[in-house]
């Protein structure tokens, strides 16, 4: 179980919040859960008890329907989320899209989207990642042509959380394909736009519920007014969200090599081989108490991260430095304890199978541990 005792950034009224969180799971999550890594998609129901409950986007201002809380919430519900052996895609809902439409959207498009997105009737995502642009986001090759008082948004998108379920997409695109990372706009496209089509449900190495997607846009018509901010922003825009982003990763990667650890005890504690327990071989005690140590500066960290971030002083090294840390953390963590777990950690009705599987690609998406070592190497 995840400890908040000590804590600096939390304090009664977050302990609190996150019994509800907690306990929220445990009734609309958990009992779920296996039924939708079969389904490879959650139910747009649990998008909507999640919104009654009040932990979708609690950052949103109050005149748009949200809580008006700070990111120590969002933390709690991702923190809970991921330690339940999750990896559901309100985490983007709330920790980047939102944002994002909060920060840079018109009063019209906050207006539209904002409650709906705290109440869970719309669902929504961000495609930047294409067949052939990753990392490097000035690469894309989706364009949004001016026409008059619309855009054409042709080109595609793939990895895209939430694609299966998304009803507004934030397409990252070229308005200007000579200005390189200038050109670069944020353009709203709604699902049910002519045009846009949804591509497989992609089958992934892991985080299975989570339907992740190939998107497709040919002479999709969009208003001007769709652009999200400033024509040409788009890539300031990105750079400006990342550090949370990427902290946000950090602490699903903490709290899922939490979860790791904890099962690992448990079975070592309870599994017997030589007439003795798992946990009582020195190797098995020291291999746990070095990932202990580990998790316990693991924490420390992250909360300083996460103090940085309240107070706006989190920097884009900082950030990087956190995700890169918290997942390969997570990974090695998961990876021992499903060693430690022996021929039954390779079962799939044990967790710790399910937490090595989605640790995988943690240290792939928001940026790879090797593009999170050239930023922080920058500031060297």
Sequence with gaps: MIQT????????EL?????????????ALTPNLDRWEADGIIDRQFWLACGEAGILCPTVPAEYGGLG?????NVVI?????????????????????????????????????????SGEAITAIAMTE????????????????????????????YITNGQNADL???????DPNARSKGISLILVEATREGFKRGRNLDKIGQHSADTSELFFEDVRVPITNCLGEEGKGFVYLMTQLPQERLGIAVQAQAAAQRAFDETVKFTKDRKAFGQTVFDFQNTRFTLGGLKAKLQAGWAHLDWAIARHLKGELSAAEASAAKLFHTELQWEICDAGLQLHGGAGYMNEYPIARLWRDAR???????????MKEVIARTV
């Design 5 to 12: 005792d000590s804590r600096a950034p939390f304090d009664e």
């Design 15 to 27: 302990n609190l919040f996150r019994d509800q969180v907690r306990k929220f799971y445990d009734r």
């Design 69 to 73: 809380l700070d990111f120590r919430y």
């Design 78 to 118: 991702s923190e809970e989320l991921f330690y339940a052996g999750s990896s559901a895609g309100i985490t983007l809902q709330s920790d980047i899209v939102a944002d994002y439409i909060a920060n840079y959207g018109s009063e019209e498009q906050k207006q539209q989207w904002l409650p709906k997105m705290v």
């Design 131 to 158: 067949p052939g642009a990753g990392s490097d986001l000035q690469g894309v090759r989706t364009t949004a042509r001016r026409e008059g008082n619309e855009y054409v948004v042709n080109g595609s998108k793939t």
């Design 169 to 175: 997409i934030i397409v990252v695109a070229k308005t």
């Design 361 to 371: 690609v943690q240290r792939i998406y928001g940026g790879t541990s090797e593009i």
